[in-house]
């Protein structure tokens, strides 16, 4: 079975700050790991994923993660904290049949 | 392209009442989703299909049909509104073949049954 747990359902940074939004996954079969941003009253977006290959992921708008098996983790980075990053962010875990399982988020409030 | 259009964007039904919640993509996608999504619950599955004519129970059925008549539609249809089905409902979709393929969303459709 997959699953994925978000620790912290409320993190708060200050502007230009580093931001870490973790995320713990238990999966099956080798995971196929996504982080989604939600903006509000709007749909998710995504903003980064992890196939195979490299571990260290990048995407957009200066975020990135790391696959890290020994420790099931799959945390979101990003180094300077931007006023338009406030939104919530998901976790995702793929399992069969293209399934997707969330987590159940984690708000981001920057500070300015 | 529009990608994932939903409508309505907002609805309030009375108890009991009936509804479809429209959903349409235009990018050819064989695999479309229903979730709802509950404050501090992450988003559930509803229902899926992997292609026209084909759909299957998620993991929050109850109270709920789907059909899939073509590639491009997948209706939500609410048959006697309850409250415990207001949420925001959003609509996916994603190509055929691969696990690593991203979902793509529509904007969402927020139901408040009264």
């Known amino acids: 079975a997959q699953s994925v747990t978000q620790l912290g359902s409320h993190v708060s940074v200050s502007e230009g700050a580093l931001v870490l939004l973790r995320c713990n996954y238990s999966?099956?079969?080798?995971?196929?790991l996504f982080w989604y941003v939600q903006y509000p009253n709007q749909g998710l977006q995504l903003l980064l994923k992890?196939?195979?290959?490299?571990?260290l992921v990048k995407g957009i708008n200066g975020f990135e993660a790391e696959f890290k098996k020994s420790e099931t983790s799959f945390h979101l980075t990003k180094p300077s904290a931007h006023m338009s990053d406030a939104a919530e962010y998901f976790c995702?875990?793929?399992?069969?049949?293209?399934?997707?399982?969330f987590g159940t988020g984690t708000s981001l409030t920057v500070i300015p | 392209n529009a990608g994932v259009t939903q409508t309505p964007k907002f609805r309030i039904l009375k108890i009991g009442q009936s509804m479809t919640l429209q959903c349409t993509q235009d990018?050819?996608?064989?695999?479309m989703y229903w979730y709802r999504q509950d404050p501090g619950m992450g988003l559930k599955l509803i229902y899926y299909?992997?292609?026209?004519?084909?759909?299957d129970k998620g993991e929050v059925p109850n109270g709920y049909n789907v059909s899939r008549s073509t590639t491009e539609d997948f209706p939500l249809r609410l048959e006697l509104a309850a409250p415990s089905q207001t949420s925001v409902y959003f609509c996916?979709?994603?190509?055929?073949?691969?696990?690593?393929?991203?979902?793509?969303f529509g904007p969402g459709t927020r139901l408040t049954v009264l």
């Open positions: 992890y196939t195979t290959g490299a571990t």
């Open positions: 990018m050819n996608h064989n695999y």
């Open positions: 995702a875990v793929i399992g069969g049949g293209n399934q997707f399982y």
């Open positions: 299909s992997v292609g026209a004519g084909i759909t």
């Open positions: 996916a979709s994603s190509p055929t073949s691969g696990r690593s393929n991203e979902q793509f």
């Open positions: 999966s099956s079969v080798p995971p196929y």
